[in-house]
Structures are given as structure tokens and as C-alpha cells.
């Protein structure tokens, strides 16, 4: 889900000194109503090539050298090393061993690591805003709209030279101290900065960040400085960055089956969709699609951040030397059973299904992982959460004893709901 890289150089963020030293009168003569779309501070949040980095700090000793993450004959994604020595995103895997042959492939079809790093980003960032929405699972938007509201109260007690843009300013526009929403991205910008911080001490993971008035223009903005680094959006430069994009495809919420029926009707740039006439575009695209897309086009989107939720599934894994005995294995998942049977237990909700995740000890350096599931009988479900075990005949190492030698890697995963977890478009 990232974007080209960055198109815009040299702004630099400039700090910033209230032109009124000692008091910030402007802020009270400045009411917008909170949450009215004008208002809202949306930041999105889109890791770093997430894949590449989760496998950098499951193996160290990848780090510095260029890595690619391989999902059958694909590179998904690869670290900024490879990207350098002209490896790209979805590239073939022989055409990028070419381009790069010291290129380090990894096998990422399991992505059950993956899941478990993006959950705790998404729980990471709920700890600043309960307002977390999650697009795929390196990406998540945050509406930052309340708590920019209590950090502008506290503000009139605070050192006005708190006042800092954090990050770039798109289009290196100057920030205006007496125009309140200015101030209130300006504290998005700051508050961003933080997440971000909090992302890499806790994490380990690095990601950019995009500050705007809504989820459309922080997801677009928050690619134009990669990696590891945040842009703010003000109102006045949005036409711009809106006209940046060469296409309608590139506008997030325009999928592949719009953008090929826009193109039937001659539309491709952002400008071919404002001047088109609403009229016979809510006739053939329907009214609710054609004046969605339209308004998007002018930078408007009026979509909440629609908090996800908890995971969908937990997961418990780990890694050793090897198991080479069933009874090793066993004890082995009785470990990650008791951790895992801890966080279901504490979510409150009852797992339905169970699944065995091994990686068979093999003197090859890279392989798949492979995973056999069951569903979890009601009888057992009932018990959890009153002593939290499940009885030996049920537990999985039972189920596929035969299945269990001789791996090194061993993980367990319970699913609480079916609900999908990918959503494509803005909706
Ligand atoms: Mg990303």
C-alpha cells in the first residue's frame, strides 16, 4: 500500500515563534465546532516496508543487507538496501535476482508474524487515540481530533514555544500562528512525532506519518518523505498535493473497477474528474458512487476513522535449535498454549478455531512454514476462562503428533471471529 516515492525536496521543518510571546489570544477567538470535518486532525500511519522490517527483527543478522520477502515467484516488498541496488516492490523474483544478486530472499507466505507485529502497532497507537482504524496491516489511521483539543487547553497554561511543526510542511507552506487550524495539524504534527517515537523504542519498527484534515489527504500526504518520516498537510496546499496525482488510480477510494469505468468515459487526471458533469456521472456510475468519487477528487472526504477493533485472532510462537522428539514438541506447545490461553482468556471472548504453525529443522537457511487447524469443541470453549486449560485429549500436539518432528519453529494461533481484516478501499 505505499505510494511512489517522494516527489517533493527540500522542506524542512521550521520552528516556529508565536508572534505574540507570553499568550496565545488566538486561541480562544477561534471557535470551530469540534469534529466538523473541517476541523479534524487524521493522522495516517504507514509502516516502513513492514514485511521486510518484521523479518529484520526476527533475524538480525539480516540487517545491512539488501532483503527481499518472497510470496511465491514475487518480491512483496524489500528493505530500502535492495531498493537502492534497483530492486522494486512486486517484482519478479528472477528479474530482481538479477538486478541484485546479492539480494536475500525470505519466504513471507506465512503471515502469521506479520499479523501478531501490526496488531501491536494498532494497540500501540489506540494507547494515544481510541479512534484506530486499520487499513491492511501496515497501515492505520488515527483521529487525533480530541486530543488535539485537550493539548490546545492545556496549551494556555504551557510555553508557547512549544509550538513546533514536527516534521515537513507540505509544499514547504509557512504555518500561520492566528489561523487556529494551523495550529490544531501543527499539535497532529507533534503528536505524530510522538507515535512514531513510541513505534521504534517499543517496536523496534519505523514508518511515515500524514497529518491532515482527512483520512484521503493523510494517506496521501504521508508518502511524499520516505522512509521513516512525516509530512503535515494544511488546508491551503491540498489542490496541490490533490494535482500531484498523475492519475485517478492513485487516488485511494478509486479502485481498479471504478478507475476502468472512469476511463471509459474519458476521465484519467483529477481535473478530468472535477469538470466532469456530476449529472451523467451519478447516471452511470449511481449517485452515492459518483458524488463519493467526485468529492474525492476535490480533496474531500468526510469518512470517519471507524475504529477496527480487537484482533481477530492471537497468536504465540517460538523458535529453537530444534524438537527432535514428539515429546519435546509437546512440551514445547504446552508453553505457548499456557501464554496464549493467558490472552484469550484476558479478551474475554471464545476462540473457535485452533491452528498449529511448525517450520521443519532443515539445514536450508530459508523455508516455509506449514499449519494444520481444528476446530475447538464447544465443551472446551465453555471451560475457558474458568481454569484456563484444555484438556490433553484436545490439545493440538494430540491432534498432530505425527506431524510434529523435528521442527525449530513451532507457533499457535486461535481465531475469536471470522470478520475480514483487509479492507482494499476508503470506504
Ligand atoms: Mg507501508
Known amino acids: 500500500m505505499e505510494r511512489v516515492e517522494a516527489c517533493t525536496a527540500g522542506s524542512s521543518p521550521g520552528a516556529l515563534e508565536p508572534e505574540e510571546p507570553g499568550g496565545l489570544p488566538w486561541f480562544h477567538d477561534q471557535v470551530v465546532p469540534a469534529g466538523s470535518s473541517s476541523s479534524r486532525v487524521i493522522v495516517h500511519v504507514d509502516l516502513d516496508c513492514f514485511y521486510a522490517q518484521v523479518e529484520m527483527i526476527s533475524h538480525p543478522e539480516l540487517k545491512g543487507k539488501p532483503l527481499g520477502v518472497q510470496q511465491k515467484y ?66 492505520n489511521f488515527v483521529d487525533l481530533t480530541e486530543m488535539v483539543e485537550k493539548r490546545l487547553e492545556q496549551l494556555q497554561s504551557d510555553e508557547p514555544s512549544a509550538l513546533t511543526v514536527s516534521g515537513h510542511v507540505y509544499g514547504n507552506q509557512p504555518i500561520n500562528l492566528h489561523d487556529i487550524l494551523h495550529i490544531r495539524l501543527l499539535i497532529g504534527s507533534q503528536i505524530a512525532a510522538e507515535m512514531r517515537e513510541a513505534m521504534y523504542n517499543q517496536l523496534g519498527l519505523t514508518g511515515c506519518a500524514g497529518v491532515a484534515s482527512n483520512k484521503l489527504l493523510a494517506k496521501l500526504v504521508s508518502g511524499i518523505f520516505k522512509p521513516n518520516q512525516q509530512t503535515l498537510l494544511l488546508p491551503e496546499s491540498s489542490q496541490d498535493l490533490i494535482h500531484s496525482l498523475n492519475h485517478i488510480k492513485e487516488m485511494p477510494g478509486i479502485g481498479y473497477k471504478t478507475t476502468k469505468r472512469l476511463e471509459a468515459l474519458g476521465i484519467s487526471s483529477v481535473r478530468d474528474l472535477q469538470t466532469f458533469s456530476s449529472k451523467i456521472l451519478e447516471k452511470e456510475l449511481g449517485i452515492s458512487v459518483a458524488q463519493r468519487i467526485q468529492k474525492l477528487s476535490f480533496g474531500e472526504d468526510n469518512s470517519p476513522v471507524t475504529p477496527s477493533g480487537p484482533p481477530q485472532s492471537f497468536s504465540e510462537e517460538d523458535s529453537f535449535k530444534k524438537c527432535s522428539s514428539e515429546v519435546e514438541a509437546k512440551n514445547k506447545i504446552e508453553e505457548l498454549l499456557a501464554s496464549l490461553l493467558n490472552r484469550v482468556c484476558q479478551d474475554g471472548r471464545k476462540p473457535h478455531t485452533i491452528r498449529l504453525i511448525i517450520r521443519r529443522y532443515s539445514s536450508e537457511k530459508h523455508y516455509s512454514r506449514e499449519s494444520r487447524q481444528c476446530a475447538i469443541p464447544s465443551h472446551i470453549i465453555q471451560k475457558l476462562g474458568i481454569d484456563a486449560r484444555i484438556p490433553s485429549d484436545a490439545r493440538p500436539g494430540h491432534v498432530f503428533h505425527s506431524w510434529l518432528m523435528r521442527c525449530e519453529h513451532l507457533g499457535l494461533n486461535v481465531e475469536v471471529s471470522k470478520k475480514a481484516t483487509y479492507q482494499d478501499e476508503i470506504s
Do not use: H, W
Not at 98 to 106: D, F, I, R, T
Not at 107 to 121: A, F, H, P, Q
Not at 131 to 137: A, D, H, N
Open 74 to 139: 514475487l518480491v512483496v516488498t524489500c528493505n530500502y538496501e535492495a531498493r537502492e541496488l534497483g530492486v522494486k516492490k512486486l517484482m519478479n523474483v528472477r528479474d530482481a535476482k538479477e538486478k541484485c544478486p546479492q539480494l536475500v530472499l525470505v519466504n513471507g507466505e506465512d503471515l502469521t508474524r506479520y499479523r501478531e507485529i501490526s496488531y501491536k502497532v494498532t494497540e500501540l497507537l489506540e494507547e494515544f487515540s481510541p479512534v484506530v482504524e486499520r487499513l491492511g496491516f501496515d497501515e
